[in-house]
């Protein structure tokens, strides 16, 4: 059990009796970080969660904004670390699952899926064994229930070699007159569960991701690793589609970590009503089952609905269509207690609210004490640091992982993986760029900075493609959260992400807390992982490759002698030192507001926006000549900077930077529109970069920039 001697005090109190084993199973589960959000609740209210466009902020299955007239985004973002670590192909693959139905439960049909993946090196055996079978669990899953995996991000570090990291996002789509919600106003109306059975599988999912792993986790803690069929999920989603469409639904919510004590204790308290469940009524996968492991078990691929009475035989013909076992297996109550019956006799009898609304914990946060390195390097020459920067795993392309994935199922797909972001055409005028971001080592050097950077990035990211932000969406991955600084870092890190979302009076409408992410005394990176959706017009749309000759190139913004925490630092030196890039807030929001302003003024007559992130103006540079096949003359002298060497000013990571290409008339206008320092660097030209006197070869950075995964695959 997860519960401390504080938690079951209070429970005994509040109850005015012991709890019976079963009960006690139901109380660890509910009181689990996973599940109760216990440590993170009152930090997390720091975040900005309403806006004009917000029409289910977070507390329910997934966030919904507005995004036409008629349509609205259901958003959501997952982990799936631990069992990942355990078990890669199937906890990849239920971590899809689960986010999918989150998506599902709020009425809307999923469209796109997105992931983040952090694994140690690809020269480590076993973290190579975790990123094959990982991407692996994801493309078969997501392929084979048909919605596309349109964007996202790998990063490398030794550090993930003990840790592994899979965070998953998904977009929906709904009209806005059938969002669903996860409740249950009506006493009298039953619960309909229908999708997969319920088996062995999963159960103490949610302690065991509330818990640090050990050496033998992979053999002890394997039975809590849910088992995913995405063949039942294809029929899960199109029936429970069918079902709230034809039957009057009062609620709907998926079974995912907690099973079914987690999801009907929190539909029924989020409406302070109660609840009855009758266990024998349960569809079973296999004979002997107790009320302990039907209660806690995990099985995929369950949704439950509240539904009236009359409505039942209606709503059974549609599961029964998709040939989906489907029973009613208990009703709501109005005396705001969970009861689960067994052959008419009451064996667990708990207040709803005890389970779905836990007390918080207020934790201690304590800076930690890292005595600051004086950095001393010797900077070899510009051209072997620039390959050597290409060539790393975390830059280089990642069209390995990709091109597994179905990302044009649904003919959606407007823009594919492999630029700032994705893009999706949501009608014949509208679309969203869709985006997921983290700087890990940043956020270890410098929370603060380091998660209000992630998002930063994250928003530039859409804002290149065209896009104006319009929610955000996160996955905070920390370790022990009872180390105090721990949870300093976490509590810095959402104080610096909540400071840039004000900055851009942009929401966050949902996430997901991921506590314990530590093996045997090693702690993960800090690691927030934003994604952000963003509202475009279609005829807007920008990529970053370089589109024709003497066409100029812009860089806006001002890059500092920032290469703390950088690529270059890492990649080049083996350090991973140094103060990271600070975050200039109002910079930040200017250079955002004049890029989005130029293309919507200057329309094609910018041809090319990329962002200036990780690698720094080197790395973009040479991304925008590999993506297009052009070469690029380049004058630093004239890049707006305070850098004392040229290292510096290829390889800082400085934020509120990014690289535009324009017609060669126009760019004295677009620079007269820019409202921060910003500068005519050089124009598009020949087959070779050229840097003030260093010249590469365009097909020389290709052959750098492509197959470095794929030598270890």
């Known amino acids: 059990m997860v519960l401390t001697d504080e938690e079951l005090e209070f429970i005994k109190r509040e109850l005015g009796r012991e709890p019976n084993p079963l009960e006690y199973g139901m109380l660890d589960v509910m009181f689990s970080e996973h599940c109760s959000y216990k440590s993170s609740r009152p930090i997390l209210r720091l975040f900005p969660t309403e806006g004009k466009k917000v029409i289910i902020g977070p507390g329910d299955d997934a966030g919904v904004v507005e995004v036409t007239p008629e349509l609205a985004l259901a958003v959501g973002i997952e982990s799936h670390n631990h069992p990942s670590a355990i078990e890669p192909y199937s906890g990849a693959g239920t971590g899809i699952g689960g986010i999918l139905r989150d998506i599902l439960s709020m009425g809307a049909m999923p469209i796109a899926l997105l992931d983040s993946l952090h694994f140690g090196y690809p020269e480590d055996q076993k973290s190579r064994y975790l990123f094959e079978n990982v991407v692996k669990g994801i493309s078969d899953y997501g392929n084979r229930v048909g919605v596309p995996t349109v964007a996202g991000e790998v990063e490398f570090d030794e550090n993930f070699k003990f840790n592994p990291l899979v965070n998953v996002m998904c977009v929906g789509l709904v009209k806005k007159d059938k969002i669903k919600r996860a409740t249950a106003p009506n006493p009298g109306e039953v619960f309909l569960l229908m999708g997969g059975r319920t088996g062995r599988d999963g159960i103490h999912g949610v302690t065991f991701a509330s818990e640090e792993l050990t050496s033998s986790s992979e053999i002890e803690d394997r039975p809590a690793v849910q088992i995913g069929d995405p063949f039942t999920k294809k029929m899960v989603l199109e029936a429970s589609l069918e079902i709230m469409d034809k039957v009057e639904v009062s609620g709907v919510k998926d079974l995912g970590g907690g099973g079914l004590t987690c999801c009907i204790s929190e539909i029924v308290a989020k409406c302070d009503n109660g609840a009855i469940v009758e266990l024998e009524k349960i569809p079973l996968r296999e004979g002997g089952m107790t009320p302990y492991e039907i209660m806690l078990s995990e099985s995929q691929e369950r949704m439950l609905f509240v539904i009236r009475r009359e409505n039942i035989e209606k709503a059974m013909r549609i599961c029964e269509k998709y040939e989906l076992p489907a ?50 390097v010797e900077h070899p020459p510009v051209k072997e640091a620039l390959l050597k920067v290409l060539s790393s795993p975390n830059i280089a392309s990642k069209e390995w992982v990709y091109r597994q994935y179905d990302h044009e199922v649904q003919i959606r797909t407007v823009v594919k993986p492999g630029d700032d972001a994705a893009v999706l055409r949501i009608d014949g005028e509208n679309g969203i760029a869709l985006t997921v971001d983290s700087n890990s080592i940043h956020t270890r050097l410098d929370p603060y900075h380091g998660g209000a950077g992630s998002v930063a990035e994250a928003i530039r990211n859409v804002v290149s493609m065209g896009a104006w932000p319009l929610c955000i969406v996160d996955c905070l991955n920390f370790g022990n959260p009872e180390k105090p600084t721990v949870f ?14 004000r900055t851009f009076k942009t929401p966050v409408i949902s996430g997901n807390v991921s506590f314990y992410n530590e093996t045997e005394g090693v702690t993960v990176n800090p690691s927030p992982v934003v994604g952000v959706i963003g509202s475009l017009k279609l005829d807007n749309i920008k990529t970053m490759d370089f589109k024709g000759e003497n066409e100029k190139i812009i860089v806006a913004g001002y890059t500092r002698g920032e290469l703390g925490g950088s690529e270059y630092y890492k990649s080049v030196h083996g350090l991973v030192t140094g103060d990271p890039p600070r975050v200039k807030f109002e910079d930040e929001l200017k250079a955002a507001e004049s890029i989005h302003n130029i293309i919507d003024e200057f329309g094609d007559g910018v041809t090319a926006v990329h962002d200036c992130s990780r690698g720094g103006l080197g790395v973009a540079l040479a991304e925008m000549s590999i993506k297009s096949g052009l070469g690029a003359k380049i004058d630093t002298s004239r890049i707006p900077n305070n850098c004392k060497n040229e290292h510096q000013l290829l390889f800082s990571e400085s934020h509120g930077r990014y690289i535009i290409t324009v017609k060669e008339e126009i760019a004295g206008d677009i620079i007269a529109n820019i409202k921060v320092l910003s500068s005519v660097i050089g124009s598009v030209s020949g087959e070779n970069l050229q840097i003030d006197g260093l010249k590469i070869p365009v097909d020389k950075l290709q052959e750098t920039y492509h197959g470095v995964i794929e030598k270890y695959m």
């Open 327 to 376: 029973a009613i297996i208990g009703e709501v109550t109005d005396d705001k207690r969970m009861k689960v019956v067994k052959d008419g006799r009451v064996i667990a009898d708990l207040p709803a609210k005890l389970l779905a609304d836990p007390p918080v914990i207020i934790r201690e946060a304590k800076r930690p004490t890292h005595p600051r390195e004086t950095i001393r």
């Open 488 to 501: 300093w870092e976490f509590k810095e890190c959402v104080k610096g992400m909540a400071k840039t979302a």
